[in-house]
C-alpha cells in the first residue's frame, strides 16, 4: 500500500506564513507529479502548485509569488511554503501525488487532508 500523509496546517492570521508537509511511505517504485490542492467550504477542489519530479513547478494564478512547492525526492515529501495568506484561502488541503508502486501499478494517491484556517 501507498499512502500521503500531511502535516503542518493550522491557524494563522491574514498576511502571516505556514508550511505545509506531506510524506510519501508504502510500496513506492516511482513518484512523478506531486502537488498541493485545496477545497474550501461549499467549493470545488482545485489546484494550488505541482511539481515534477525534474522539479518542474506550475502554480494558480492566484498564489504565484505568494506560495512555493518543493519536494526532496529522498525522503518522498512534498512541500508548500505559503506567505502573505488570505481569509479566502481558508480550506482544508490535499496532498496529491501520482506513485508507481513496486507492484507495477500506477495510481493517483490523495492524503487525508489539513485544515489551514486563515482569521484574526
Known amino acids: 500500500q501507498v499512502q500521503l500523509v500531511e502535516s503542518g496546517g493550522g491557524l494563522v492570521q491574514p498576511g502571516g506564513s505556514l508550511r505545509l508537509s506531506c510524506a510519501a511511505s508504502?510500496?513506492?517504485?516511482?513518484?512523478?507529479?506531486m502537488g498541493w490542492y485545496r477545497q474550501a467550504p461549499g467549493k470545488e477542489r482545485e489546484v494550488v502548485a505541482t511539481?515534477?519530479?525534474?522539479?518542474?513547478?506550475n502554480y494558480a494564478d492566484s498564489v504565484k509569488g505568494r506560495f512555493a512547492i518543493s519536494r526532496d525526492n529522498a525522503k518522498n515529501t512534498v512541500y508548500l511554503q505559503m506567505s502573505s495568506l488570505k481569509a479566502e484561502e481558508t480550506a482544508v488541503y490535499y496532498c496529491?501525488?501520482?506513485?508507481?508502486?513496486?507492484?507495477?501499478?500506477?495510481?493517483?494517491?490523495w492524503g487525508q487532508g489539513t485544515q489551514v484556517t486563515v482569521s484574526s
Open positions: 496529491s501525488a501520482i506513485i508507481s508502486s513496486l507492484a507495477g501499478n500506477r495510481q493517483h494517491y
Open positions: 511539481i515534477t519530479s525534474g522539479g518542474t513547478t
Open positions: 508504502g510500496s513506492i517504485l516511482r513518484i512523478n507529479v
